[in-house]
């Protein structure tokens, strides 16, 4: 979703489930605003390694993650799969044969 400051925003709908934006972002300006802003993030050292669990289903709340330090087991937040979302980036090449490919490299 676009920030209302950004000059292509043209609503304020929330983000729907199951829905895919597929763009180039190295040839795109693209904006998004921050999900559930008002949630403070778990502070993080970047030379910890940390996992994200998932603990099973809850009766009351529906499914239950906890993010935690490896070596440790620390928890350093709780979660219900609604609280999460994901970004994937993907970078690719594209050459015209094995030899552009191999001159890449």
């Known amino acids: 979703m676009l920030s209302p400051s950004h000059p292509?925003?043209?609503?304020?709908a929330p983000p729907r489930n199951h829905l895919v934006y597929a763009l180039d972002g190295s040839k795109l300006v693209h904006a998004a605003m921050a999900y559930m802003p008002e949630v403070a993030v778990p502070r993080m050292n970047p030379d910890v390694s940390y996992e994200l669990r998932?603990?099973?289903?809850?009766?009351e709340d529906g499914e239950r993650w906890v993010l935690q330090e490896s070596?440790?087991?620390?928890?350093l937040e709780r979660y219900s799969t609604s609280d999460l979302r994901i970004t994937v980036v993907y970078r690719a090449r594209c050459f015209e044969g094995a030899k552009e490919a191999e001159e890449y490299k």
């Open 8 to 12: 292509y925003h043209t609503s304020n």
């Open 54 to 59: 998932y603990l099973g289903k809850d009766t």
């Open 71 to 75: 070596e440790t087991g620390q928890i």
